[in-house]
């Protein structure tokens, strides 16, 4: 892994905090880590499957996740494979 990608990435999500948490003002925040899995996961699910044309076996490969995993966090994003 490339540490200037990985630190570019970084960066990214800590500038997208503290947009939140400048918007969030006086408010609490809640589920912090859950909000910021699901917003991350999410689209790179997506991706992945894009770039391997929906082909579970590579896209939970590519990942580094199990084929079942893989199944598991597409239900709980309702992402539905293309193919």
Known sequence: VNEENTQRLDQALVNSLNIYFEQLGDQKPHALHE?????????????????????????????????????????QYRIQSEI
Not at 47 to 71: C, V
Request: proline residues 2%.
């Open 35 to 75: 909000m910021v899995l699901e917003a991350i996961e999410k689209p790179l699910i997506r991706y992945a499957l894009e770039k391997t044309h929906g082909n579970l076996s590579k896209t939970a490969g590519m990942l580094g996740l199990s084929r079942n995993t893989l199944r598991k966090k597409m239900n």
